[in-house]
Nanobody
Framework: VPLVQSGGGSAQPGGSLRLSCAAS????????IGWWRQVPGQKREGISCLSNSDELLVYLDSMKGRITVSRDNAKNTVYLQMNSLKPEDTAVYYC???????????????WGQGTQVTVSS
């Protein structure tokens, strides 16, 4: 499995969780890392994008100011730190690693298996 996720689980409102996304068989160095989430019955929505130069863009307005994304090249792992969690953050969270490999735009695209985050009191 190219991307293995860990972390997640349950948290109370206002709490924090950190999700990990570890690559196996390739280096995350040059990959753009996306974090996504999906609630059953709804479309998967993009949360953030970390460029290969580690510039972070947070797409999801509801999570702006509450997340950080970091890359540890030595561990070949990317992390999503979520703070001030809300019940509406409950979802399955996915990481995605993508790199364009030629001028035609072909890419390598890997997904983690997903991890459940449940926020409730």
């Amino acid at each position: 499995v190219p991307l293995v996720q860990s972390g997640g689980g349950s948290a109370q409102p206002g709490g924090s969780l950190r999700l990990s996304c570890a690559a196996s068989g390739f280096s995350l160095d040059n990959y753009v890392i996306g974090w996504w989430r999906q609630v059953p019955g709804q479309k998967r929505e993009g949360i953030s994008c970390l460029s290969n130069s580690d510039e972070l863009l947070v797409y999801l307005d509801s999570m702006k100011g509450r997340i950080t994304v970091s890359r540890d090249n030595a561990k070949n792992t990317v992390y999503l730190q979520m703070n001030s969690l809300k019940p509406e953050d409950t979802a399955v969270y996915y990481c995605n690693a993508k790199v364009v490999v030629n001028v035609e735009g072909a890419s390598l695209d890997y997904w983690g298996q997903g991890t459940q985050v449940t926020v409730s009191s």
